[in-house]
Nanobody, 130 residues
């Protein structure tokens, strides 16, 4: 079992930047694939970005490509989402999620599927004003 805690959300003007962090508990965190999803009011949960357990593979949604960057520091049990050039449509609750590789053998081809993830954080609010 791993607990995930997000931080770094807030209110920012369009064009600004934020860096979200997701801190994980336990020694096994570094073995998990990780991802960020977001959900805006009245909308379905949306995949944002994912990173493999060793950081060698990353995946981005088309809507954030070139603006957001996912990274991880396994020594700190933390995954980051650097968000630049923010737009009002980026406003949402952002949640991190962990996938256990032994359970998700098809993860590399299904990174955007929320059903591929075993653990979820509570989320952090990001609001972008125009």
């Amino acid at each position: 079992q791993v607990q995930l805690v997000e931080s770094g959300g807030g209110l920012v003007q369009a064009g600004g930047s934020l860096r979200l962090s997701c801190a994980g508990s336990g020694r096994t965190f570094r073995t998990y694939h990780m991802a960020w999803f977001r959900q805006a009011p009245g909308k379905e949960r949306e995949f944002v970005a994912a990173i493999s357990w060793n950081g060698h593979s990353t995946f981005d949604a088309d809507s954030v490509k070139g603006r957001f960057t996912i990274s991880r520091d396994n020594a700190k049990n933390t995954v980051y989402l650097q968000m630049n050039s923010l737009k009002p449509e980026d406003t949402a609750v952002y949640s991190c999620a962990a996938a256990v590789p032994s359970r998700r053998v098809n993860w590399y081809s299904r990174t955007a599927e929320y059903s591929e993830y075993d653990y979820w954080g509570q989320g952090t609010q990001v609001t972008v004003s125009s």
